[in-house]
């Protein structure tokens, strides 16, 4: 928790315990005459709001807000912001509404001082703690802690702005959206209309896509940020941190219990340069992580991008040259991997990392061949429930995985030649 020292009124030489109305006399005081005369007169200068004050005032603005969106209604969502915060908050209201978002509930965590530091005079932060659900899609409520910036205004205090250090903003508080639905996709796009037209397409044709392999009926949250940066933002992450991948399937906000939402963040430099297939083929490979809950997996990494491509690339006639062709350049010039890639290989800072994707797939295309679709999905699950690869390997393919790692050089030698 982090508690504001009470800079404002220190500054003003008075406790905050002062009647608002002789602070507000006081302050006055200090104001040329000039300035008096040319913002209209003396009740116009705020006098800087004590901290419980400002508090009440603040968590009254939340309360608001928490009932504009529930309504669905625009306008009072708006009047609840400033001249940059109302139209943000107009967005929000719509984007509540496109994305029939419920259990919306902002609470005041605390003021944070740092940041207000770096503020304007008579703006200040506060840390809240937001919790939401896409109805329809998210089984609970995400929850995250949020920065709201807000503004004193006279007696009053709005909303300035949402966002601010090192807080995630999640992006449909972040401004306008496109959304597009189906009964099994929701997308929704800080981008043009064609943009959101298109990624809406992917996702649906994945859909089929998962369910022919993994089955089950997939469902699945796209959000995709206007840019790298928006998407470091929306994750909370360090700046950079995704700027080598096209996606990433991770959870909305802080929780990480079980039921907690999971959706697909896209960022849209990388992924809006790919081709087609190339999109597609990202596409079906998150979200066959979102329908097998990679994220709480507790298989080896290798395992989950292998199995998630071996799905994307399920059916599909790309040649080996196209969908290896870089670990295949890497295998010409160093020969082949000697272990299967781990969390190292995977880091998204890591370098030549697609090249590991495409070694992780021919570890699962080795094990797709040795057997049964049915068995290579239950061995994904049963090493994603957290039993060890070497035994359930023998019990189900009846080899170990040494043999794995030898098949997986032999195939890797195999396609490079
Ligand atoms: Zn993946």
């Given at each position: 928790?982090?508690?504001?020292?009470?800079?404002?009124t220190?500054?003003a030489g008075?406790p905050?315990?002062w009647?608002a109305?002789?602070?507000?006399?006081?302050a006055?005081?200090?104001?040329?005459?000039?300035?008096?005369a040319?913002c209209?007169?003396p009740?116009?200068?705020?006098?800087p709001q004590?901290?419980?004050?400002?508090r009440?005032?603040?968590?009254?603005?939340?309360?608001r807000l928490q009932?504009a969106?529930?309504?669905?209604?625009?306008?009072?969502?708006?009047?609840l912001g400033d001249d940059?915060?109302?139209p943000?908050?107009?967005?929000?209201?719509a984007?509540?509404?496109?994305l029939d978002?419920?259990?919306?509930s902002f609470r005041?965590?605390?003021?944070?001082?740092v940041?207000?530091?770096?503020?304007p005079?008579?703006q200040w932060a506060a840390?809240?703690?937001?919790?939401?659900?896409?109805?329809?899609?998210?089984?609970?409520p995400?929850?995250?802690?949020v920065?709201?910036?807000l503004?004193q205004?006279?007696?009053?205090?709005?909303l300035?702005?949402i966002g601010?250090g090192?807080r995630?903003v999640?992006l449909?508080?972040a401004g306008?959206?496109?959304?597009?639905r189906t009964?099994d996709?929701l997308?929704?796009?800080?981008?043009p209309?064609?943009?959101?037209?298109?990624y809406a397409?992917l996702?649906?044709?994945?859909?089929?896509?998962v369910?022919?392999?993994v089955?089950g009926h997939?469902r699945v949250?796209?959000?995709?940020p206007?840019g790298?940066?928006?998407?470091?933002?929306?994750?909370?992450?360090?700046?950079?941190?995704y700027?080598?991948?096209?996606a990433?399937?991770?959870?909305v906000g802080?929780d990480?219990?079980?039921?907690?939402?999971v959706?697909v963040?896209?960022n849209?430099?990388?992924?809006?340069a790919?081709?087609?297939?190339?999109?597609?083929?990202v596409?079906t490979?998150?979200?066959?992580?979102?329908?097998t809950?990679a994220?709480?997996?507790?298989?080896p990494?290798?395992?989950?991008?292998g199995y998630?491509?071996?799905?994307?690339?399920h059916?599909t006639?790309?040649?080996v040259?196209m969908t290896?062709?870089q670990?295949?350049?890497?295998?010409?010039?160093?020969g082949?991997?000697?272990a299967l890639?781990?969390?190292?290989?995977?880091?998204?800072?890591a370098t030549?990392?697609?090249?590991?994707?495409e070694?992780a797939w021919r570890a699962?295309?080795v094990?797709?061949?040795a057997?049964t679709?049915e068995?290579l999905l239950?061995f994904?699950r049963?090493?994603?429930?957290g039993?060890p690869?070497?035994a359930?390997l023998r019990?189900?393919?009846?080899?170990?995985e040494?043999e794995?790692?030898?098949?997986?050089q032999q195939?890797l030698?195999?396609?490079?030649r």
């Amino acid at each position: 928790m982090i508690q504001l020292p009470d800079q404002l009124t220190a500054e003003a030489g008075r406790p905050h315990t002062w009647p608002a109305g002789l602070a507000a006399l006081l302050a006055t005081l200090l104001v040329s005459p000039f300035l008096l005369a040319g913002c209209g007169g003396p009740e116009q200068v705020p006098a800087p709001q004590s901290q419980p004050v400002r508090r009440d005032l603040a968590a009254d603005v939340f309360a608001r807000l928490q009932d504009a969106l529930a309504d669905r209604d625009a306008k009072a969502a708006a009047a609840l912001g400033d001249d940059r915060g109302s139209p943000l908050l107009g967005d929000v209201a719509a984007n509540a509404e496109a994305l029939d978002v419920r259990d919306v509930s902002f609470r005041m965590i605390d003021e944070d001082p740092v940041l207000t530091a770096t503020l304007p005079r008579g703006q200040w932060a506060a840390a809240v703690e937001a919790t939401w659900r896409f109805d329809g899609f998210d089984r609970a409520p995400a929850r995250a802690e949020v920065t709201m910036i807000l503004a004193q205004e006279g007696e009053r205090i709005r909303l300035h702005a949402i966002g601010g250090g090192a807080r995630p903003v999640p992006l449909w508080l972040a401004g306008p959206l496109e959304v597009r639905r189906t009964a099994d996709t929701l997308v929704l796009v800080a981008g043009p209309a064609a943009n959101a037209d298109r990624y809406a397409q992917l996702a649906r044709r994945a859909v089929p896509a998962v369910e022919a392999v993994v089955g089950g009926h997939p469902r699945v949250v796209v959000e995709v940020p206007a840019g790298p940066a928006d998407l470091d933002r929306t994750l909370g992450a360090r700046t950079g941190d995704y700027a080598a991948i096209a996606a990433v399937t991770t959870f909305v906000g802080s929780d990480r219990a079980d039921l907690a939402p999971v959706h697909v963040f896209v960022n849209p430099e990388v992924f809006g340069a790919l081709k087609s297939a190339g999109a597609q083929l990202v596409m079906t490979h998150e979200l066959t992580h979102v329908a097998t809950d990679a994220v709480h997996s507790k298989a080896p990494q290798w395992l989950l991008e292998g199995y998630a491509d071996h799905v994307a690339l399920h059916g599909t006639d790309l040649p080996v040259s196209m969908t290896a062709g870089q670990i295949i350049r890497r295998v010409r010039r160093d020969g082949v991997p000697k272990a299967l890639p781990g969390a190292d290989e995977f880091d998204t800072r890591a370098t030549h990392l697609g090249a590991w994707y495409e070694a992780a797939w021919r570890a699962a295309e080795v094990l797709a061949r040795a057997g049964t679709e049915e068995q290579l999905l239950t061995f994904y699950r049963r090493a994603s429930g957290g039993e060890p690869v070497d035994a359930t390997l023998r019990e189900l393919y009846g080899f170990d995985e040494t043999e794995l790692i030898r098949r997986w050089q032999q195939d890797l030698e195999q396609i490079a030649r």
